[in-house]
């Protein structure tokens, strides 16, 4: 079935520091790739998507692309703020009729002044 | 975009009851999830909820254990029954985004419990 990976936090970084989350997955067929994050206190919310191989999802700074033969949707930023830090979840929706997603573990950020 | 509001946001449960998690949202949907989150660990599909017929159920869920309702297109509860400690979690509501794009959800602030 389709798994999605995600490295392992917590990430502690320093204000203006460049960021990758690394997330791989496994899928049959052609999956839409998401990341979503989850602020102190918050629900989820889509940060970025791409839909097709070598779309590059962006939103607030942050980049993803969607890597189909490294199968892989990495997620960018080049330079962090405090306020980025919350919890990193990527995950890939592959059915096609249905709107059902495979998360990740998630990944917590934490970003220091 | 959907705005959902769940109920309630958080509780604390006693072993062996049943607690009802309400969802809201302010536009008519077809299809509802629920999810699980349980501490440390990634969201889980528990159901789908569409109007007018009995939930779909996730491997690994059951009726019996998570019965869920949908009475209109607005609005849905998920119980979660004879809970024991190992039910701590979120349990998040979540709408499909109406761009025709497979997986872009929105999603409630979540309710979190917390069994004793």
């Known amino acids: 079935g389709d798994s999605v990976t995600q490295m392992e936090g917590p990430v502690t970084l320093s204000e203006e520091a460049f960021l990758t989350i690394n997330c791989t997955y496994t899928a049959t067929g052609y999956p839409s790739l998401f990341w979503y994050v989850q602020y102190p206190g918050e629900g989820l919310q889509l940060l970025l998507k791409a839909t097709k191989a070598d779309d590059k999802g962006s939103n607030k700074g942050f980049e993803a692309t969607y890597r189909k033969e490294t199968t892989s949707f990495h997620l960018e930023k080049g330079s962090v703020q405090v306020s980025d830090s919350a919890v990193y979840f990527c995950?890939?929706?592959?059915?096609?009729?249905?709107?059902?997603?495979?998360f990740g573990k998630g990944t917590m950020l934490l970003v220091s002044p | 975009s959907a705005v959902i509001s769940q109920k309630p946001s958080r509780d604390i449960c006693q072993r062996g009851t049943s607690l009802t998690i309400q969802c809201q949202v302010d536009?008519?949907?077809?299809?509802m999830f629920w999810y699980r989150q349980q501490p440390g660990q990634s969201l889980t599909l528990i159901a789908t909820?569409?109007?007018?017929?009995?939930?779909?159920?996730e491997s690994g869920f059951v009726i019996d254990k998570f019965p869920i309702s949908r009475p209109n297109l607005t609005f849905s509860t998920l119980t979660v029954s004879n809970m024991s400690p190992e039910d701590s979690s979120i349990y998040l509501c979540s709408v499909t985004g109406g761009q025709g794009i497979v997986g872009e959800l929105f999603f409630g602030e979540g309710s979190r419990l917390t069994v004793l």
């Open positions: 909820a569409n109007q007018g017929s009995e939930a779909t159920y």
């Open positions: 995950a890939l929706g592959n059915i096609a009729g249905y709107s059902t997603l495979t």
């Open positions: 536009s008519q949907v077809t299809m």
